[in-house]
C-alpha cells in the first residue's frame, strides 16, 4: 500500500520521522481489520450474502470441524497476511532510502565543515609553532588522492584535438587574453596557424626574439617568475620563503659508491671540488600558463645522467608552491645530472596539473605522464621511485650550448637549476620578478 504513494522515478527519499511511518502503517491495518469485522455481522443477522462470498462463508463454516492441522487461512485473511508481508518489506525499503538520502544529502556538509576545522586548527598551530602557514600531512594525503593525473590525461587529450579554424581566433585570442600572451614575438603570429592548443601552447618564437647574455656564466633557461634562489649548502633546502624540501628526495640517492662512503652531507658529497672554494646553489623558475612554454641551456655543460621520477601531478603554482612541504619532490619530474665548468650541474623539469608532457628533444626515448592506474595518492617515497638512465652510453649523449633549446611543457610548470659555483658567485635577480630566456641570474665577483 505505501508503494502507491511513493512516486516511482524517486529513488533518493529525503529522511523523515520513523516512528511517524510505523504509526501510520499501523493505523492501516487497523482500519482494514475493522472492515472485515463489520461485515461479518451482516451475514449472521440473516442478510444474505453474494454468490461468491456464499462458497467462501460454507468452506470456512466447514473448516472448523476439520482437524487443527488440517486447517487453512480463508482466502480473504490470506491476502490480508500477504498484504501485510508486502508492506512491511515497501516499509522497511522506503526506510533505508529515507536514510541513504539523508546521507547524501548531509555528509558533504559534514565532510566540508570537518575540513574547516582542521584547516583552523592547522592555521593556529602554524602561527603557536611561528611557522608559515603550511598544509598538514592529513590535507597533503587527500590533495595527493585527487585524480589529478587523470585529468591532466583528459586536458592533454583535449588539447592535442583538431581546432577548426573558425574556432581558432576566438579560442585562441580568448586564451591570449585571459593569461596576456603576446602574439607578436611568436614566429606564427597568425592564430589560424595552430591546428589545436598544444601547438599554441609550445609556439616557437621569432629568430631573435631572446637575446642570450654572453657575459654571464648563467641565464635564465626560460620565461618566467623567479619563486625562489640561494644557497644550497644544507640537506634542506628553500622551495618558497619558509618552505623547505630534501635535496637528497628531490634528486635520488648520490650517483657512486665514492660520494656514499665519504661520509659527508650530502650536498657536500655532490661536489666536485672538494677543496673548499665552492658552493651548491639553486634557482626555481615557475612558468605560468601565458608564458612561453620552451626551456633552454642556461650555461655550456654536460649531461651523464638521467632520472625519472613518476610522482604525482600537483599543481605547481606560487600558492600551492607555498603551502604544500616538498612540493618538488612529491610531483613527477625529469632530472639530467652532469658537469659545468665549475662543478656538479643538475636541471629539472617539474610536472603539473595540466601538463600533458614534458618533452626533451635530445632524449626520444623519455615518455612522462604515463597511465598508472587508479592507485592516486599512493606512492612510496620519491627517492626510491625512479628511472635512471646512463647519458654516455645511449645516443641520448651530447652537450649543451648557452641557449641551446632543451624541451618543452604542454602547458606550464617549473624549472630548478641546482648546480655548484665559486663561492663568490651572486645572484642578479629577486624573488618574484619577471625575467626572461636569455637573461642573466648571477655572476661571479671580481671576474671580467
Sequence with gaps: MVSYFVPRGRFLLKAGNLRQVGQQQHQQSQMQLQVTKASQPQAQNGSWPVMR??????????????????RRPP?????????SSQEVVQVRRNVLARWTGFLLRWAPMGICVFGAIEWQLQKRRCERDGQPRTASELQSRIYCSLPLRIISRCWGWLAACYMPPTLRPYVYGWYSNTFKVNL???????????????????????EGARTIDKDAPLVSPADGKVLHFGSASESLIEQVKGVNYSI???LGPLQTLEQANSGAPYAQALKKKQDGSTELYQCVIYLAPGDYHRFHSPTAWKP???RHFSGELLSVSPKVASWLPGLFCLNERVLYMGEWKHGFFSYTAVGATNVGSVEIYMDAALKTNQWTGFNVGKHPPSTY????????????????????LVGQFNMGSTIVLLFEAPKN?????????KIRVGESLGH?????
Excluded at 53 to 70: D, G, I, T, V, Y
Excluded at 184 to 206: V, W
Excluded at 387 to 404: R, S, V, Y
Excluded at 444 to 448: D, E, F, L
Design 75 to 83: 482466502p480473504h485473511k490470506f491476502k490480508q497476511q500477504l498484504n
Design 425 to 433: 658567485f651572486k645572484f642578479d635577480i629577486v624573488a618574484g620578478q
Design 385 to 404: 621511485e625512479y628511472n635512471e638512465l646512463e647519458l654516455n652510453q645511449t645516443a641520448a649523449a651530447t652537450e649543451f650550448g648557452k641557449g641551446d
Design 248 to 250: 637528497e628526495d628531490f
Design 184 to 206: 607578436e614575438e611568436a614566429q606564427f603570429p597568425d592564430y589560424e596557424h595552430y591546428s589545436s592548443l598544444a601547438e599554441f601552447f609550445t609556439r616557437p618564437l621569432k
Design 53 to 70: 462470498h456464499f462458497r467462501q462463508f460454507s468452506s470456512n463454516s466447514a473448516s472448523k470441524e476439520a482437524p487443527l492441522h488440517h
Design 304 to 306: 651523464s645522467i638521467r
Design 444 to 448: 661571479i665577483a671580481g671576474s671580467k
